[in-house]
């Protein structure tokens, strides 16, 4: 389980940006983020990611203080909380199934990345994962030739190959077609369910959020305004965010 407790990030010389965000999460939830530009949806996913450095407040995973922990632990914790960007980088050279066994930089060691070499015992989980996404038949194609939706499904069995029990993906749809994101959303929701992985994603645009996810933060000018469960929103609601 997930559990922050007034997380608030100040921008060294600038502006506060998170103020006294507290939440929890259960394993296999999906929560949608939602929030008008500027509220803070990516720098909530990447203080979550441990990408960015939290000003204060408190992060326990699994009944673990997360933020007290050192180098090795905080690394550790970056690979069961995979951050997935809206526009994922593959090895472009590299067939799907390659880049699904190598990892991303967050996920493993630079020599990895840098020679490709993998364990022959590896193989089998990652094919298993990318059939899970559904891309079985598109496992031998270069990343550079896959699509957009495509590539955030590869990202996805990346990150779960690796370790994640955690997705935080920053607007993992936007820029697909209607059926490419509705592949996405399904992927993620399936994993949720089957997998016990829980996804944080931040889904501003159209009605995706209220489709797919089991519970909507809203933020709005840094502040948790709105936590309900999926649903369609409230004219109410929808004015908070
Ligand atoms: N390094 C920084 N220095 C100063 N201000 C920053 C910095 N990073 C983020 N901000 C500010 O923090 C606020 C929240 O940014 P954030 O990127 O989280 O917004 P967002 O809700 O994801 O917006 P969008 O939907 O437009 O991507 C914005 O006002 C932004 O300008």
Same mark, same amino acid.
Not at 7 to 26: A, D, N, R
Not at 145 to 157: C, M, P, T, Y
């Given at each position: ?7 608030? #990030? ?17 394993? $296999? ?5 939602? %929030? ?7 720098? *909530? @996913? ?21 933020? /007290? ?12 909380? =995979? ?12 067939? =799907?199934?390659?880049?699904? *066994?190598? %990892? ?26 990318? !059939? ?5 038949? #598109?496992?031998? &194609?270069? $990343?550079? #030739?896959?699509?957009?939706? /495509?590539? &955030? ?10 370790? =994640? ?9 936007? $820029? ?5 994101? !509705?592949?996405?959303?399904?992927? @993620? ?15 501003? &645009?159209?009605?995706?959020? !209220? ?10 000018? $840094? /502040? ?8 369609? *929103?409230? /004219?109410? !609601?929808? &004015? @908070?965010?």
């Amino acid at each position: 389980m997930i559990r922050v407790s007034q997380l608030t #990030k100040q921008i060294p010389g600038g502006p506060q940006v998170l103020s006294g965000i507290s939440f929890e999460i259960q394993p $296999g939830e999906f929560v949608a983020v939602k %929030g008008a530009s500027g509220s803070g949806k990516s720098m *909530l @996913l990447k203080c979550l990611a441990l990408r960015e450095k939290w000003t204060s407040g408190t992060y326990m995973v699994d009944g673990v203080n997360i933020l /007290e922990k050192g180098f090795a632990g905080k690394m550790k914790v970056r690979r069961e909380m =995979a951050y997935l960007e809206e526009k994922p980088t593959l090895y472009p050279n590299r067939t =799907a199934l390659k880049n699904v *066994l190598i %990892g991303s930089a967050y996920q493993t060691p630079i020599w990895r990345r840098v020679t490709g070499m993998v364990r022959n015992d590896d193989y089998m989980g990652a094919m298993d994962m990318i !059939e899970k996404v559904g891309l079985l038949d #598109k496992a031998k &194609q270069k $990343g550079d #030739k896959l699509s957009g939706g /495509e590539k &955030q499904r590869i990202a996805i069995a990346r990150a779960l190959v690796h370790g =994640a029990q955690t997705l935080l993906a920053d607007e993992p749809v936007s $820029g697909l077609d209607p059926h490419a994101a !509705e592949q996405v959303l399904s992927d @993620l929701k399936r994993m949720c369910k089957i997998q016990g992985i829980s996804v944080i994603a931040v889904m501003h &645009q159209g009605d995706w959020a !209220e489709r797919f996810a089991d519970r909507i933060l809203g933020l709005s000018g $840094g /502040e948790l305004v709105l936590d309900v469960k999926g649903r369609r *929103l409230t /004219e109410r !609601e929808k &004015q @908070l965010i």
